[in-house]
């Protein structure tokens, strides 16, 4: 196993980390009240190159291993796992097309990315989460005229209001279930395509998470992404590459609890002495330390094993699973070390506890990834 970073990627990794110290963790707090991103930090993403990490090279992307991928979203995690999030959504929306997409879809859909453009990516609805396989948006088939039509409601989709292109999943079966389950790509302006209500979220919140409405949206059968009813393959596929994803911005942001929680313990005196000389505070520190680092190795395992070309998807749902519990577990123990003050928006740990939440419950609940491990190893 050969974790290393080339020197390239590793200056790039370094030009993040300063990005995210300047134009990111310094408006966290601010961005979290005011429940959205910062005015023109989308551009100067774009400018650092972070909307098309995922891209490849012959698509005009940096073609980025899935390690490098890993390491940036960390950085990002570290200083807001709102902008993260919405960052790593574009890869997420994307992936779907690099795995079933014609050369002329792939480059269309890249070209937006490359272009500054957001993506989105569709799958969950109101009564499909965890049961992705039940989603009841149809997609009618009018073969004459070499369309399809599509008619429904999608929910909790990050950056729906400010994407530019959808990757949208939608049944062509009137009696729906997984084998008439079909990707589409939507590009935003379609008539009917319409962004809905913009959620209110506990946490993430610079991130924008709209439901979306298809009110028959007409697009051409060339932006059907695979064969009629290979989404499901395609929307495991992506999520198993996704995942290790979750799990670079949860090791991000219990990297950044962890550092605040040492520096408080350092400064805070009590009984005469730093608090961090207190046996009960070393403890906490260490095993924080031990989550941190182990969440880390697992995610640049799959990562490695994804790079490799090696079956990853039990990795994935480990990666996932264990670092979203270490970014909870973590960050609630930083606001512990913290005491009241961690407590308060004074300091930034008691909004990592908000944001490392969902970490746990989006792209796949960590019961649903328990599942897939568990049935990877039993069967
Ligand atoms: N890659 C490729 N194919 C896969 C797959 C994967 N990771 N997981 C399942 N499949 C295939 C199976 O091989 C099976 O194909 P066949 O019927 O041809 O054998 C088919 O998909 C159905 O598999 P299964 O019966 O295991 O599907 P289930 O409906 O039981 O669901 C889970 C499996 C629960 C794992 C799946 O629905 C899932 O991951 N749900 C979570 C979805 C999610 O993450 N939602 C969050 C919103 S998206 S951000």
Not at 151 to 171: C, D, P, R, W, Y
Request: glycine share 10%; proline share 3%.
């Amino acid at each position: 196993m050969e974790f290393a970073i080339s020197e390239e990627t590793q200056e790039l990794i370094e030009m993040v980390r300063e990005f995210v110290e300047k134009e990111v963790a310094p408006y966290a707090q601010e961005m979290d009240a005011e429940n959205h991103m910062r005015d023109g930090l989308v551009e100067k993403a774009d400018e650092m190159g972070l909307l098309n990490v995922i891209v490849p090279e012959e698509l005009g992307g940096p073609g980025l291993d899935s390690l490098a991928v890993a390491a940036i979203y960390e950085e990002l995690g570290k200083g807001c796992a709102g902008v993260a999030t919405s960052l790593a959504a574009n890869s997420l929306a994307t992936l779907p097309v690099l795995i079933a997409g014609t050369d002329e879809q792939k480059q269309m859909y890249c070209d937006v990315l490359n272009n500054g453009g957001m993506a989105a990516f569709a799958l969950t609805e109101p009564g499909a989460g965890s049961d992705a396989g039940s989603v009841s948006t149809r997609a009618e088939h009018n073969k004459e005229a070499g369309t399809y039509t599509l008619n429904g409601s999608k929910m909790f989709i990050t950056n729906a209001g400010q994407a530019e292109i959808f990757l949208v999943f939608a049944n062509t079966r009137k009696t729906g279930g997984i084998r008439g389950l079909t990707a589409f790509i939507v590009p935003k302006g379609t008539p009917g395509f319409k962004v809905g209500k913009k959620e209110n979220k506990m946490g993430i919140r610079p991130s924008n998470t709209c439901e979306l409405i298809l009110q028959d949206v007409v697009i051409p059968e060339s932006y059907r992404v695979g064969r009629e009813g290979e989404g499901f393959r395609i929307a495991m596929n992506t999520l198993d590459s996704a995942r290790p994803f979750v799990g670079s911005v949860s090791v991000g942001i219990a990297q950044a609890a962890l550092d605040c929680a040492v520096k408080y313990a350092k400064e805070r005196r009590q009984f005469g002495q730093p608090i961090a000389s207190f046996q009960m505070v070393q403890s906490m520190i260490a095993d924080m330390a031990i989550k941190v680092e182990t969440a880390r190795l697992l995610v640049q395992k799959c990562c490695w094993m994804r790079d490799q070309g090696i079956p990853f998807a039990k990795e994935a749902a480990m990666a996932k699973c264990y670092a979203s519990d270490v970014a909870m577990q973590v960050t609630t123990d930083a606001v512990q070390v913290m005491g009241g003050y961690g407590y308060t928006k004074d300091y930034p740990v008691e909004k990592m506890m908000r944001d490392a939440k969902i970490m746990q419950i989006y792209e796949g609940t960590n019961q649903i990834q328990r599942l897939v491990i568990a049935n990877k190893i039993l069967y």
